[in-house]
């Protein structure tokens, strides 16, 4: 059985931190990962993929990948109440069907 | 372009009664996935078309769900003989598909289904 898991939080950040979003995967030949983002009552959306080890920066996000750990993160710099949203972190395991976690909600507040 | 579209958007039947969900594919995607997502839930994978044949119905919960393509765009959902636990919002992804994994999926705004 794949699975991703995350905290379902919420994780309260005060704005202008830094958020960091948490992922662990269960099958060690999944290849690549996505961040989506969820407001209340809106439909998934693509913040960041990731392929490789290391770190990809796109503006004020950062995805994290470590495959030895099984670990995958996501960061969010200068944290704003708009990024208040629940996270849903994706694993592929080389099939056409990707493994979703469950989601952590993140709120920012003023 | 044009995103990924669901009608309808909201959809209130009675228990027993048979539904159709319709999905709209950005042009191009050939790969179409359903998901169901009951309120403060994860995704919940149904199916998955590549064209118009579904290699994978792994994830449609009973036989009173079924699902098409044709055309190698729209798809329809449709439920059988609702249940109350069929309630939940029903979303579709289509991407390009040409690597496995690679791809990102986008989201339709998904239809709302509640089953009285």
């Known amino acids: 059985q794949k699975e991703v898991e995350q905290n379902s939080g919420p994780l309260s950040v005060p704005e202008g931190a830094i958020a960091s979003l948490n992922c662990t995967y269960s099958?060690?030949?999944?290849?690549?990962f996505f961040w989506y983002r969820q407001y209340s009552g809106k439909s998934p959306e693509l913040i960041m993929s990731?392929?490789?080890?290391g770190d990809k920066e796109d503006g004020r996000f950062t995805a994290q990948l470590n495959k030895a750990s099984q670990y995958v993160s996501l960061l969010i710099r200068d944290s704003q109440p708009s990024d208040s949203a629940t996270y849903l972190c994706?694993?592929?395991?080389?099939?056409?069907?990707?493994?979703f976690g469950r989601g952590t909600s993140l709120i920012v507040h003023p | 372009g044009a995103g990924v579209s669901q009608s309808p958007s909201n959809k209130v039947t009675e228990k027993g009664k048979d539904v159709e969900l319709r999905c709209d594919p950005i042009?191009?995607?050939?790969?179409l996935y359903w998901y169901r997502q009951s309120l403060g839930q994860g995704l919940e994978f149904l199916i998955y078309?590549?064209?118009?044949?579904?290699?994978?119905k792994s994830g449609l919960p009973s036989d009173r769900f079924s699902a098409e393509r044709t055309g190698g765009s729209v798809s329809t959902l449709t439920i059988q003989r609702t249940q109350q636990e069929d309630s939940a919002v029903y979303l579709c992804?289509?991407?390009?598909?040409?690597?496995?994994?690679?791809?990102?999926?986008?989201f339709g705004p998904g239809t709302r289904l509640l089953v009285l």
């Open positions: 042009s191009g995607h050939t790969a």
């Open positions: 990731i392929y490789s080890n």
């Open positions: 078309f590549q064209g118009n044949s579904a290699p994978d």
């Open positions: 994706t694993s592929w395991g080389g099939s056409y069907i990707p493994t």
């Open positions: 992804a289509s991407s390009l598909s040409s690597a496995v994994g690679q791809e990102t999926q986008y």
């Open positions: 099958d060690r030949g999944s290849q690549s």
